[in-house]
């Protein structure tokens, strides 16, 4: 399975960005696909997540501005959305997608930056 997320960039407090997230590969083992991000001089955390059967899931801190989506296209590829409105300067960092299975692999892209600046 391979991810590759872009979308990030610079962008004025309370302003908006969406990524996305390409996944492709043999999905068919992916039972869900989360956004995480690492903020400067924090830990990694997990932002947004959506699972199989569409449920999906919000760090506190993001509820109601942002909004994860996926377009299933079919099992060889899939792309995954995180809308982010009212950005704030604390959303800055490097925004990771990933995706896991059942029986507990995990896979990781590439970061892509998003900056708030305020």
């Known amino acids: 399975v391979q991810l590759q997320a872009s979308g990030g960039g610079l962008v004025q407090a309370g302003g908006s960005l969406r990524l996305s997230c390409a996944a492709s590969g043999e999905l068919f083992s992916i039972n869900g696909m989360d956004w995480y991000r690492r903020a400067p001089g924090k830990e990694r955390e997990l932002v947004a997540s959506?699972?199989?059967?569409?449920?999906?899931?919000?760090?506190e801190s993001v509820k109601g501005r942002f909004t994860i989506s996926t377009i299933a296209r079919d099992n060889a590829k899939n792309t995954v959305y995180l809308q982010m409105e009212s950005l704030k300067a604390e959303d800055t960092g490097i925004y990771f997608c990933?995706?896991?299975?059942?029986?507990?692999?995990?896979?990781w892209g590439q970061g892509t930056q998003v900056t708030v600046s305020s």
């Open positions: 990933h995706a896991w299975t059942l029986s507990g692999v995990n896979y």
């Open positions: 959506v699972s199989t059967g569409r449920r999906s899931n919000y760090a």
